[in-house]
């Protein structure tokens, strides 16, 4: 579907936008186009008129010393522009990259410090992903649109030069080439669109493609695709779209062809025309063979002149829609406050609040959380245990300060944390979430979160208490093994147990004074998790803790357990309240013991 959104920034303001760019990161950039568009312009010029000067000093009986200098002279001309042209053109390069770098790089500075709410929401994701695309590659606006500017400066210059050495002509004749250049230019490029208003299309079967090689490929498919011999049926799925994807291009090239035709027919028309100007010229008025040959390649590169004009123009407003989208997503509104704000406080001992909590996913007309007045006082341990789907990871995010509230207030001592910076605020957790979000770098590295600022003895010690010591220590480089094999081979393979016990090493690092827990050992076996609750308050000594579990059992170690049911707080106490008080904790605590008793749950996950 065509969609014609106006673009936020003008195509003069984009301009500008890249000009200061370049400006403030490498002024090169903007000396090497001015040259290049002299050197281009100099080489035309000289290529109109070395065989004209040549065809004249013929005419004229020049003697042979004179013939073969202006010859030489003009070579030698031209050998020193195409040269100059062809170094300063491989040198400059590394200019546009650097300015295209500094775009992308701002990109993903914006992409890794936006909003949390922004990182789902969907507008801002296809800005994100348009923006990307702009800056992606060599042949993206971000640094292509050196090279539409400096055409269209050149095709600009040489357009005026040329009409003034044709002001002999008459306006007719120049008024013909215009418009002939112009329609082949119009016509061609609404057959060309064909694509673009395709393109949907066109992407459609490509994704389907792409996707199947993806999914061909991916580790987390490997098995499924074995044990249930998938490869024939992933190998039709991406035949069928191949076929749909070479019908496409096959009518597109049909269509095509038709801009070759209006090309043929147009020129055949304005040389026809030119030609016979030109001979009448040269019957009646005695028009001497060099001019004649001067203002016949004057008329044919005028065209290309016109049309280089428009399609420079063209390209260049395409591409300041890319531009205008990389400035759009740079400008993305934040919600949070992330300049200035009150400082937090540093006494050490936070107690978190809740205050009159409801919420909702943006887009959802669903309230996830209701109405909620919690408070978790400094140094303790609180557990938040409920069905899936009841609210609990809900209620960490508004912690943490992911999402704001759309009515009460999440307060740290007593003030709302809209007030504090929100990067500040977030110093003070550590936590682990339910997604593995480890890389490919060392353990320790994962660990300490840090390429340089490694305490070794802590990283040492954060892993013994998350229980990974002995399999660090089986490890031929200890914590300097990589994670993962996407980009080291030599990395190491964790299963989701030894997974989540590193995150835990990396909360337990970050010593945050608020430790979040989000199911920190579904995935470990119930000896393990044993072992992780034995240490637990160990590892939250000082600090105030939110533990979240849909395993009942799993959080009687805590001082409080919250009992969450459709985002509201409808048990609360500890383990020995609630079971006395014989509600619905309880009874789930009751099904849970029969369930394990009878070994119903298996855990850990092999890659
Ligand atoms: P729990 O952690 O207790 O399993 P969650 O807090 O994850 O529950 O989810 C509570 C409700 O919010 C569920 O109905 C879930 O579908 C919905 N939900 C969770 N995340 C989102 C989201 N990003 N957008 C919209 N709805 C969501």
Same mark, same amino acid.
């Given at each position: 579907?065509?969609?014609?959104?106006?673009?936020?920034?003008?195509?003069?303001?984009?301009?500008?936008?890249?000009?200061?760019?370049?400006?403030?990161?490498?002024?090169?950039?903007?000396?090497?186009?001015?040259?290049?568009?002299?050197?281009?312009?100099?080489?035309?010029?000289?290529?109109?008129?070395?065989?004209?000067?040549?065809?004249?000093?013929?005419?004229?009986?020049?003697?042979?010393?004179?013939?073969?200098?202006?010859?030489?002279?003009?070579?030698?001309?031209?050998?020193?522009?195409?040269a100059l042209n062809t170094y300063i053109e491989k040198r400059a390069i590394y200019g546009r990259v650097s300015v295209r770098s500094s775009l992308v790089n701002a990109v993903n500075?914006?992409?890794?410090?936006?909003?949390?709410?922004?990182?789902? #929401?969907?507008?801002?994701?296809?800005?994100?992903?348009?923006?990307?695309?702009?800056?992606?590659?060599?042949? *993206?606006?971000?640094e292509h649109i050196w090279m539409t500017l400096m055409g269209l400066v050149t095709n600009l210059v040489g357009f005026v030069i040329y009409l003034v050495l044709l002001s002999a002509?008459?306006?007719?004749?120049?008024?013909?080439?215009?418009?002939?250049?112009?329609?082949?230019?119009?016509?061609?490029?609404?057959?060309?669109?064909?694509?673009?208003?395709?393109?949907?299309?066109?992407?459609?079967?490509?994704?389907?493609?792409?996707?199947?090689?993806?999914?061909?490929?991916?580790?987390?498919?490997?098995?499924?695709?074995?044990?249930?011999?998938?490869?024939?049926?992933?190998?039709?799925?991406? #035949?069928?779209?191949?076929?749909?994807?070479?019908?496409?291009?096959?009518?597109?090239?049909?269509?095509?062809?038709?801009?070759?035709?209006?090309?043929?027919?147009?020129?055949?028309?304005?040389?026809?025309?030119?030609?016979?100007?030109?001979?009448?010229?040269?019957?009646?008025?005695?028009?001497?063979?060099?001019?004649?040959?001067?203002?016949?390649?004057?008329?044919?590169?005028?065209?290309?002149?016109?049309?280089?004009?428009?399609?420079?123009?063209?390209?260049?407003?395409?591409?300041?829609?890319?531009?205008?989208?990389?400035?759009?997503?740079?400008?993305?509104?934040?919600?949070?406050?992330?300049?200035?704000?009150?400082?937090?406080?540093?006494?050490?001992?936070?107690?978190?609040?809740?205050?009159?909590?409801?919420?909702?996913?943006?887009?959802?007309?669903?309230?996830?959380?209701?109405?909620?007045?919690?408070?978790?006082?400094?140094?303790?341990?609180?557990?938040?245990?409920?069905?899936?789907?009841?609210?609990?990871?809900?209620?960490?995010?508004?912690?943490?300060?992911?999402?704001?509230?759309?009515?009460?207030?999440?307060?740290?001592?007593?003030?709302?944390?809209?007030?504090?910076? /929100?990067?500040?605020?977030?110093?003070?957790?550590?936590?682990?979430?339910?997604?593995?979000?480890?890389?490919?770098?060392?353990?320790?590295?994962?660990?300490?979160?840090?390429?340089?600022?490694?305490?070794? =003895?802590?990283?040492?010690?954060?892993?013994?208490?998350?229980?990974?010591?002995?399999?660090?220590?089986?490890?031929?480089?200890?914590?300097?093994?990589?994670? =993962? /094999?996407?980009?080291?081979?030599?990395?190491?393979?964790?299963?989701?147990?030894?997974?989540?016990?590193?995150?835990?090493?990396?909360?337990?690092?970050?010593?945050?004074?608020?430790?979040?827990?989000?199911?920190?050992?579904?995935?470990?076996?119930?000896?393990? *998790?044993?072992?992780?609750?034995?240490?637990?308050?160990?590892?939250?000594?000082?600090?105030?803790?939110?533990?979240?579990?849909?395993?009942?059992?799993?959080?009687?170690?805590?001082?409080?357990?919250?009992?969450?049911?459709?985002?509201?707080?409808?048990?609360?106490?500890?383990?020995?309240?609630?079971?006395?008080?014989g509600g619905a904790y309880a009874k789930l605590f009751a099904v849970q013991a029969r369930y394990y008793q009878e070994g119903g749950e298996t855990h850990g996950e092999e890659n």
């Amino acid at each position: 579907m065509k969609t014609k959104k106006k673009p936020k920034y003008s195509l003069g303001s984009c301009v500008s936008f890249m000009v200061k760019t370049a400006w403030n990161r490498e002024k090169r950039v903007l000396w090497v186009c001015m040259a290049l568009i002299g050197l281009q312009l100099s080489q035309s010029l000289v290529q109109l008129y070395v065989t004209p000067m040549v065809l004249r000093r013929v005419e004229n009986h020049a003697p042979l010393g004179e013939l073969l200098l202006t010859i030489g002279g003009f070579s030698l001309l031209l050998f020193v522009l195409t040269a100059l042209n062809t170094y300063i053109e491989k040198r400059a390069i590394y200019g546009r990259v650097s300015v295209r770098s500094s775009l992308v790089n701002a990109v993903n500075v914006k992409s890794c410090t936006t909003a949390y709410p922004n990182t789902r #929401d969907a507008q801002a994701l296809k800005l994100q992903q348009a923006a990307m695309n702009a800056c992606g590659s060599n042949s *993206e606006p971000a640094e292509h649109i050196w090279m539409t500017l400096m055409g269209l400066v050149t095709n600009l210059v040489g357009f005026v030069i040329y009409l003034v050495l044709l002001s002999a002509l008459p306006p007719l004749l120049i008024g013909v080439v215009v418009l002939t250049s112009a329609i082949g230019f119009l016509v061609s490029k609404r057959i060309n669109q064909w694509e673009y208003r395709h393109k949907d299309q066109r992407d459609q079967y490509l994704e389907e493609m792409l996707y199947i090689q993806r999914k061909s490929r991916s580790i987390e498919l490997a098995k499924d695709i074995r044990i249930f011999g998938l490869k024939p049926w992933l190998t039709a799925v991406y #035949d069928s779209s191949s076929r749909l994807y070479e019908a496409f291009i096959t009518k597109r090239e049909r269509i095509y062809i038709w801009t070759n035709v209006v090309d043929v027919v147009l020129s055949l028309a304005r040389n026809g025309i030119a030609y016979v100007y030109l001979i009448l010229m040269t019957l009646e008025n005695g028009l001497p063979a060099s001019e004649f040959l001067l203002y016949f390649t004057a008329l044919s590169g005028f065209t290309a002149w016109v049309t280089g004009i428009l399609t420079e123009f063209s390209t260049l407003y395409q591409e300041g829609l890319g531009i205008s989208q990389v400035r759009e997503y740079l400008d993305l509104p934040e919600p949070f406050q992330f300049e200035g704000g009150k400082p937090i406080p540093q006494s050490g001992s936070y107690t978190l609040s809740l205050d009159g909590v409801s919420f909702k996913y943006p887009g959802s007309e669903q309230y996830v959380v209701r109405d909620l007045y919690l408070t978790i006082h400094p140094g303790e341990n609180l557990a938040v245990v409920g069905l899936n789907g009841a609210g609990k990871t809900t209620l960490v995010r508004l912690l943490c300060g992911f999402y704001d509230p759309d009515e009460g207030r999440v307060l740290l001592n007593g003030q709302d944390i809209r007030e504090f910076n /929100r990067r500040e605020y977030y110093k003070l957790f550590s936590a682990v979430f339910q997604e593995y979000s480890l890389l490919d770098v060392s353990m320790e590295e994962n660990v300490a979160q840090s390429v340089t600022e490694i305490d070794r =003895g802590r990283v040492e010690q954060c892993l013994e208490q998350a229980g990974l010591r002995e399999l660090v220590y089986s490890l031929p480089q200890g914590t300097k093994t990589h994670v =993962g /094999r996407e980009v080291y081979l030599d990395g190491v393979l964790l299963s989701g147990g030894e997974t989540q016990r590193l995150m835990l090493a990396r909360a337990l690092y970050k010593d945050g004074g608020i430790l979040i827990l989000d199911e920190p050992t579904a995935a470990l076996d119930p000896i393990a *998790e044993n072992d992780i609750y034995l240490k637990y308050n160990e590892m939250t000594a000082g600090k105030t803790s939110v533990f979240i579990s849909h395993r009942l059992a799993s959080t009687r170690f805590c001082d409080r357990i919250i009992f969450l049911e459709n985002g509201s707080i409808i048990e609360e106490g500890t383990h020995e309240e609630l079971m006395k008080l014989g509600g619905a904790y309880a009874k789930l605590f009751a099904v849970q013991a029969r369930y394990y008793q009878e070994g119903g749950e298996t855990h850990g996950e092999e890659n």
